[in-house]
């Protein structure tokens, strides 16, 4: 029998959370379209074919629409339409199962993320704009006679970390237990392969459910159940049972055609978060069980900000281009819900003193993401001020003392081709980084 303590407890989905993750979609999306790498002649021409995949998906979508109608066209030369409603009937249906059962347009736009680099490139660029930007930002808070400079931890960037992050914890990425003939085969597929089985195996998976949970709503007596019973189960799982119940009661008078609108707008912004995070989780290399347990821990959040472009998304021709700005705009979420990872400068630390302690730099840094730890400091932030935890983070590094370079790190720092990266991998706790916009290159695409 479940407490009052659990019907009444609303706090992994909480409203507050959710408004800002919908605050955090046109903020995100506002602080990504001025980045100034965005403005060059090459992304001018990705706009433009993103225009035109909107197009192209359009009418693949019309296609069935199209020819259902030129059928019915065709019979009512043998058969009187005139007078019936049913024909209408079955164009609109087709149209509502594609776009809402299916979600054929959320398909083929988060395609293209398996197909081409573009939007990994995209994410990247745009982390490096958010640590330019607060470097910029912040370059008058610290005790320096030159404003075009910014004096910020190395610890505390995110673009040249992830990179750094990622190959070191390749090394140690979980490896799967399975050994079923069909995960084997998978194994042997490139990383851009694997990527896209895997991506069509949830879609498809996820299609074919939705598909017969619509069916079985259509089962005379207990298929008035069935949308509502869904939706419960669903949340149960992943927001708690008071908001479980409140939803499956409201489920029951609602019409199939809204309640579907719900659910597939809740597992359509998942999906959508699931595929804009990508290029964060595979340098994260998290287990299947970290990585669930991180969106669990941000759910709320999560949701508004998926909820948000999710919407955008099904503005006609230029929902691709929408989903651009939302993979940027995922750079600039990433850096408000979790910590910087470690960088060249940790594990240099770790590893002057035992080469073996890189592993467990990656294990205890992937440990401590389970959480949302600054969840109550971020949501009670205003929103004007969102980069107040990270400069409130820089000041107590400096206030304990920062430790001084490593020969190792400093070492290092010479083989790096771009000033900004040189500074953030020249080993010192407070490098002075010149204030350009970076134009380092991102890793090759992996999934």
Same mark, same amino acid.
């Given at each position: 029998?479940?407490?009052?303590?659990?019907?009444?407890?609303?706090?992994?989905?909480?409203?507050?959370?959710?408004?800002?993750?919908?605050?955090?979609?046109?903020?995100?999306?506002?602080?990504?379209?001025?980045?100034?790498?965005?403005?060059?002649?090459?992304?001018?021409?990705?706009?433009?074919?993103?225009?035109?995949?909107?197009?192209?998906?359009?009418?693949?979508?019309?296609?069935?629409?199209?020819?259902?109608?030129?059928?019915?066209?065709?019979?009512?030369?043998?058969?009187?339409?005139?007078?019936?409603?049913?024909?209408?009937?079955?164009?609109?249906?087709?149209?509502?199962?594609?776009?809402?059962?299916?979600?054929?347009?959320?398909?083929?736009?988060?395609?293209?993320?398996?197909?081409?680099?573009?939007?990994? !490139?995209?994410?990247?660029?745009?982390?490096?704009?958010?640590?330019?930007?607060?470097?910029?930002?912040?370059?008058?808070?610290?005790?320096?006679?030159?404003?075009?400079?910014?004096?910020?931890?190395?610890?505390?960037?995110?673009? !040249?970390?992830?990179?750094?992050?990622?190959?070191?914890?390749?090394?140690?990425?979980?490896?799967? &237990?399975? &050994?079923?003939?069909? &995960?084997?085969?998978?194994?042997?597929?490139?990383?851009?392969?694997?990527?896209?089985?895997?991506?069509?195996?949830?879609?498809?998976?996820?299609?074919?459910?939705?598909?017969?949970?619509?069916?079985?709503?259509?089962?005379?007596?207990?298929?008035?159940?069935?949308?509502?019973?869904?939706?419960?189960?669903?949340?149960?799982?992943?927001?708690?049972?008071?908001?479980?119940?409140?939803?499956?009661?409201?489920?029951?008078?609602?019409?199939?055609?809204?309640?579907?609108?719900?659910?597939?707008?809740?597992?359509?912004?998942?999906?959508?978060?699931?595929?804009?995070?990508?290029?964060?989780?595979?340098?994260?290399?998290?287990?299947?069980?970290?990585?669930?347990?991180?969106?669990?821990?941000? !759910?709320?959040?999560?949701?508004?900000?998926?909820?948000?472009?999710?919407?955008?998304?099904?503005?006609?021709?230029?929902?691709?281009?929408?989903?651009?700005?939302?993979?940027?705009?995922?750079?600039?979420?990433?850096?408000?819900?979790?910590?910087?990872?470690?960088?060249?400068?940790?594990?240099?630390?770790?590893? &002057?003193?035992?080469?073996?302690?890189?592993?467990?730099?990656?294990?205890?840094?992937?440990?401590?993401?389970?959480?949302?730890?600054?969840?109550?400091?971020?949501?009670?932030?205003?929103?004007?001020?969102?980069?107040?935890?990270?400069?409130?983070?820089?000041? !107590?590094?400096?206030?304990?003392?920062?430790?001084?370079?490593?020969?190792?790190?400093?070492?290092?720092?010479?083989?790096?081709?771009?000033?900004?990266?040189?500074?953030?991998?020249?080993?010192?706790?407070?490098?002075?980084?010149?204030?350009?916009?970076?134009?380092?290159?991102?890793?090759?695409?992996?999934?």
């Amino acid at each position: 029998m479940p407490t009052q303590q659990e019907l009444l407890d609303f706090s992994r989905f909480d409203i507050n959370a959710i408004l800002r993750g919908a605050q955090l979609t046109f903020v995100g999306a506002q602080r990504a379209l001025l980045n100034p790498g965005l403005w060059t002649t090459q992304h001018y021409r990705q706009a433009a074919a993103a225009v035109a995949c909107g197009i192209a998906i359009r009418l693949l979508i019309e296609i069935p629409v199209i020819a259902v109608k030129v059928s019915l066209w065709l019979l009512s030369w043998f058969i009187a339409l005139d007078t019936v409603t049913w024909d209408d009937a079955i164009a609109d249906g087709l149209r509502f199962l594609q776009e809402y059962v299916l979600q054929v347009p959320l398909f083929l736009m988060t395609l293209m993320r398996h197909v081409t680099p573009a939007m990994d !490139e995209l994410f990247m660029s745009s982390l490096a704009w958010v640590d330019y930007t607060y470097a910029q930002k912040h370059a008058a808070d610290h005790h320096s006679g030159d404003r075009d400079v910014a004096v910020t931890d190395p610890r505390n960037r995110y673009f !040249e970390n992830l990179q750094y992050y990622a190959q070191v914890s390749s090394k140690y990425r979980p490896t799967s &237990s399975s &050994s079923s003939s069909s &995960s084997s085969s998978v194994d042997k597929l490139s990383p851009g392969q694997k990527g896209i089985v895997r991506f069509l195996w949830r879609f498809g998976r996820k299609a074919g459910m939705s598909l017969a949970v619509f069916a079985l709503s259509y089962v005379p007596v207990v298929g008035r159940l069935v949308l509502p019973a869904t939706s419960f189960l669903t949340f149960r799982r992943s927001v708690g049972l008071g908001p479980a119940s409140l939803i499956f009661g409201l489920g029951l008078f609602l019409p199939r055609r809204y309640l579907v609108m719900f659910l597939q707008t809740y597992y359509g912004s998942r999906s959508l978060m699931r595929e804009l995070l990508g290029p964060y989780f595979s340098r994260m290399h998290f287990t299947s069980t970290q990585k669930r347990n991180w969106f669990s821990s941000r !759910e709320g959040l999560l949701f508004g900000f998926g909820a948000g472009f999710y919407i955008l998304l099904r503005v006609p021709l230029v929902g691709v281009l929408i989903y651009g700005i939302a993979e940027a705009s995922a750079a600039y979420l990433v850096t408000k819900i979790t910590d910087p990872p470690p960088g060249r400068v940790d594990f240099a630390a770790v590893t &002057s003193r035992n080469a073996a302690d890189a592993g467990a730099l990656v294990n205890s840094f992937n440990e401590s993401q389970q959480t949302w730890r600054n969840r109550k400091a971020f949501l009670d932030l205003a929103l004007d001020n969102l980069d107040a935890l990270q400069q409130k983070h820089l000041a !107590e590094r400096e206030k304990r003392g920062a430790p001084a370079s490593s020969p190792a790190s400093a070492a290092a720092s010479t083989s790096t081709a771009s000033a900004y990266e040189k500074a953030g991998q020249a080993g010192g706790a407070q490098q002075r980084i010149p204030i350009t916009t970076p134009s380092d290159a991102p890793p090759p695409y992996t999934d």
